[in-house]
């Protein structure tokens, strides 16, 4: 129980040094998370870490905790990648360090056991990790949402006319925007499969194959979005599709998008869910 106490002391002021220590990181992280609409997500990430870690309090609690020396390896190689982030301004590099020192931390203080428990909440902290050339992938999961969408509301008798990204309707034009391109729903809800992923008891295979399925789930839910927008616009009018059920296709996308995570890890099986809130 000393031990226990005098680990929780150092752990404090480790986080104390690495808050001072990577407050430019810590800073780039939250401007992101607030101004970056591809992980405005940032904060519900280290939310869900945070509670993920506090349910298994019990369990960690019964661990007898030993400390590790290969946490300094890791402590280590996170103040190296931090250095070289730092010269070459990598800032991607700079906050998975961050997550990489927190883990060797709590691995030197607490063991291996410890560590083990609690490594997916730690590790899903890199979610909240703003990856460099998002941007790049936007063009094309723009063009493949205006030309399927287009294609998918010819099919069902909705006459449309594609011109690039813009979709002309005869009562008005669309352009599938930034917005619309589908990446930031692929981001929100690759977290959202994660969890699921991790709650559902199962084999490995079932969890990366929900994982893997949100990625063209999304791309899929987002082309329903846009089409159900178009079909909306082609009875009611522009207005109506884009003043009053715009904003409700959003919930659209997402049911789409859960109910295909649902049908995937269904397909493996009955579903059973941990208990971890």
Not at 3 to 21: C, P, Q, S, W
Not at 106 to 119: A, Q, R, V
Not at 121 to 136: H, K, Q, T
Not at 158 to 167: H, M, S
């Amino acid at each position: 129980m000393k031990n226990d106490k005098t680990n929780n002391i150092l752990f404090v002021i480790l986080i104390l040094v690495m808050g001072a220590f990577y407050y430019n990181t810590i800073k780039w992280l939250i401007i992101s998370w607030i101004y970056n609409p591809y992980y405005s997500n940032g904060f519900v990430v280290i939310l869900l870490s945070g509670y993920m870690i506090w349910g298994l309090r019990k369990e960690v609690h019964k661990i007898e905790m030993k400390q590790s020396q290969m946490g300094l390896i890791f402590l280590i190689i996170g103040m190296i990648l931090y250095f070289i982030a730092s010269i070459w301004t990598i800032r991607f590099l700079s906050g998975f360090s961050l997550i990489l020192t927190i883990y060797g931390g709590i691995l030197f203080l607490y063991g291996w056991e410890f560590t083990k428990k609690i490594s997916f909440p730690i590790l899903f902290l890199l979610l909240a990790i703003p990856v460099p050339f998002l941007d790049l992938a936007t063009p094309p999961t723009q063009q493949i949402s205006a030309v399927s969408s287009s294609g998918l509301a010819n099919f069902i008798g909705i006459p449309v006319q594609r011109e690039g990204l813009v979709l002309t309707m005869h009562t008005g034009k669309f352009e599938v925007g930034t917005e619309c391109s589908g990446l930031f729903s692929i981001i929100s809800l690759l977290t959202t499969a994660i969890i699921f992923a991790y709650i559902l008891e199962g084999s490995l295979i079932a969890k990366l194959s929900i994982v893997i399925s949100s990625l063209p789930l999304a791309l899929a839910g987002n082309i329903l979005r846009i089409t159900s927008i178009l079909a909306v616009a082609n009875r009611y009018g522009h207005d109506v599709a884009m003043n009053y059920f715009h904003d409700f296709s959003d919930i659209l996308l997402f049911s789409t998008v859960l109910i295909g995570l649902f049908i995937v890890g269904r397909s493996f099986g009955r579903l059973k869910f941990k208990n971890i809130f």
